[in-house]
């Protein structure tokens, strides 16, 4: 069975400085998508970004990007210029292409110092 | 994006009663939606997958006898959690999928507490 696991419970950095965000996974598969997901205070669950285990580029959306090592099972979340609404929870997830369900890694509290 | 919408985002009720949430996919067509629990300060726990129209599986340790999911269409799941006990409140997030976008999109979450 897959794995995801979060080994930062929590970080913290200055507001507009950039923080990463470690995962790693383990899979016997080689086809799969990877995601990282952001619940603020509101709990409502946010998708960040995306990345199909097939592209060597990393995905980028605006001031987040990944790092994405397939070999080594690893799948790092950049966030750059951090701003205060950047604040939450941030979990890594990783999903099987034949399959829908989800697995999620434990969860990173991310606080923006002002 | 697609929007999943959870109904009632928070609920009390008593020891004893049940109580039903309504997850529905408002501009999408889920052939497959997602139950979890989340504890404070902890991920998320799946509980069971539905798929339309047909029974839902349950993850192991989760009673299927005391939280009943409906399927019935498309675009909705329902979860009802039965005779439902103090040590049954907790955070309820649906979510559903497609084969493609391969994310998932959740609810709201509901916040339901027994007293």
């Known amino acids: 069975a897959q794995t995801v696991t979060q080994s930062q419970p929590e970080m913290s950095v200055q507001e507009a400085e950039t923080v990463t965000l470690s995962c790693t996974y383990d899979t016997s598969e080689s086809d799969y998508y990877l995601f990282w997901y952001k619940q603020p205070p509101s709990r409502q669950m946010i998708l960040v970004i995306r990345?199909?285990?097939?592209?060597?580029q990393n995905a980028t959306e605006n001031r987040f990007s990944v790092n994405f090592q397939k070999a080594a099972k690893s799948f790092s979340l950049k966030i750059s210029d951090s701003q205060l609404g950047d604040a939450a929870m941030y979990f890594c997830a990783y999903r099987s292409q034949g399959a829908q369900k989800l697995v999620f890694g434990q969860g990173t509290r991310l606080t923006i110092n002002p | 994006g697609a929007v999943v919408s959870q109904h009632p985002s928070w609920v009390i009720c008593k020891s004893g009663t049940s109580v039903k949430i309504e997850c529905r996919s408002l501009?999408?067509?889920?052939?497959?939606m997602f139950w979890y629990r989340q504890f404070p300060k902890q991920s998320l726990m799946l509980m069971a997958t539905s798929n339309e129209g047909s029974k839902a599986t349950y993850e192991q340790g989760v009673e299927k006898d005391k939280f009943l999911i409906n399927h019935a269409s498309l675009t909705l799941s329902t979860l009802t959690v039965t005779s439902a006990h103090p040590e049954d409140s907790s955070f309820y997030i649906c979510?559903?999928?497609?084969?493609?976008?391969?994310?998932?999109?959740f609810g709201q979450g509901t916040r339901l507490t027994v007293v």
């Open positions: 501009d999408f067509q889920a052939t497959t």
């Open positions: 979510s559903a999928s497609t084969g493609y976008p391969p994310e998932a999109f």
């Open positions: 990345q199909e285990a097939y592209k060597q």
